[in-house]
């Protein structure tokens, strides 16, 4: 077995680093740990803030390619996998996308997400069947994501999908990272030493998690998933967001109870199309008309000029606003 990498100054990389400020951790009370992992974690979002025009580009390349038909693939190893997953499984509930638009890959496959699969990460090209399997290519945008920036499948994914034509980023937490350098947007947040020495989880975890929720949640407010700042996609599947729908209608369009009731019931529990209805009067076909000319914008149908979109009715129109 292969106890050192070669060539490699693992115990460099900040991630790794042994910070001499946390060593003695073992030794305190309850009271003093959390606060001191409660007053690292407060680091985190700095961090994040120093690298928001990397990820303003790399919002823009997913909105490109969602544009254009394409797809946002996240890869990674381990918490940074995980990571990924999660992200991409929350877009479909969240914006109502299909679960194909965004996707999670991890190094050793779905049993990765439970349980450690040893050896997956150091796979160069275990990445590649995936990639494969997908058909990644020029409309689509790759995100590896890894903490050390060297983790070799995550380097391996973007130096893959980048051949293939596709746009690429590298979320990593160290500065000049291998990650960073194989693709087209790095994105590199350097949250310093972790509180266990070497636990990505910890900050690093946190970071790479507030940087995905920002490629997606700005990515899908681009592409007019929201109204204002309403979750107007989302989708009713269960008691709790069936609720949300009903007083995100109400928000949205300042109708009673019954008559968000009724537009929602109309319109299969979807908000955006019942949130249009109530603003303008129109029939449902008329709903569905403007939001397809519109690309799905509620925003952009309230806005079309009105050449472009079908006339309200003559009888119970209401304003537009």
């Known amino acids: ?5 070669a060539g490699e100054q693992l115990g460099q990389l900040t991630t790794e680093t042994v910070s001499e400020d946390f ?3 073992d030794r305190l009370p309850t009271d003093e740990l959390v606060a001191l992992v409660n007053a690292q974690d407060a680091t985190v979002a700095g961090a994040v803030a120093t690298q928001l025009e990397p990820i303003a580009r790399a919002v823009d390349l997913v909105v490109e390619a969602l544009r254009a038909g394409g797809r946002l693939v996240y890869a990674g190893a381990g918490t940074a996998g995980r990571l990924g997953v999660l ?9 109502n996308t299909d679960p194909s638009l965004v996707i999670g890959l991890i190094a050793g496959g779905p049993v990765a997400l439970t349980t450690a699969v040893e050896g997956a990460e150091d796979d160069p090209a275990g ?28 380097v391996g994914a973007v130096t893959e999908a980048r ?48 940087v995905c929720n920002m490629i997606t949640t700005c990515s899908m407010v681009r592409l007019g998933k929201t109204y204002a700042n309403l979750m107007v996609d989302v989708r009713a599947s269960n008691e709790k967001l069936r609720d949300r729908a009903h007083r995100i209608v109400t ?29 303008t009067g129109w029939s449902p076909q ?21 050449g472009t979109i079908p006339p309200p009715h003559d009888q119970g129109s209401g304003p537009r606003s």
Request: proline residues 4%.
């Open 1 to 5: 077995m292969n106890w050192h990498v």
């Open 23 to 25: 060593s003695q951790i």
């Open 87 to 95: 992200d991409a499984s929350e877009c479909p509930p969240t914006f």
């Open 127 to 154: 990445s590649h069947a995936q990639l494969d399997e997908l058909g990644i290519g020029e409309h689509d945008v790759v995100v590896g994501i890894s903490a050390s920036g060297r983790t070799p499948y995550a």
């Open 163 to 210: 051949r293939r034509g596709a746009r690429t980023v590298g979320l990593s937490c160290n500065a000049g990272s291998a990650l960073g350098a194989a693709a087209d947007v790095a994105i590199e947040v350097v949250v310093g030493p972790e509180v266990v020495a070497g636990s990505t989880r910890l900050k690093s975890g946190t970071a790479q998690k507030l």
């Open 251 to 279: 928000a949205a369009t300042g109708a009673d109870a019954d008559q968000v009731s009724r537009a929602l019931e109309t319109h299969g529990g979807r908000a955006k199309p019942a949130i249009l209805a109530l603003l």
């Open 286 to 306: 008329q709903v569905d008309e403007a939001l397809a000319t519109a690309d799905g914008s509620l925003r952009g149908a309230l806005d079309e000029p009105s």
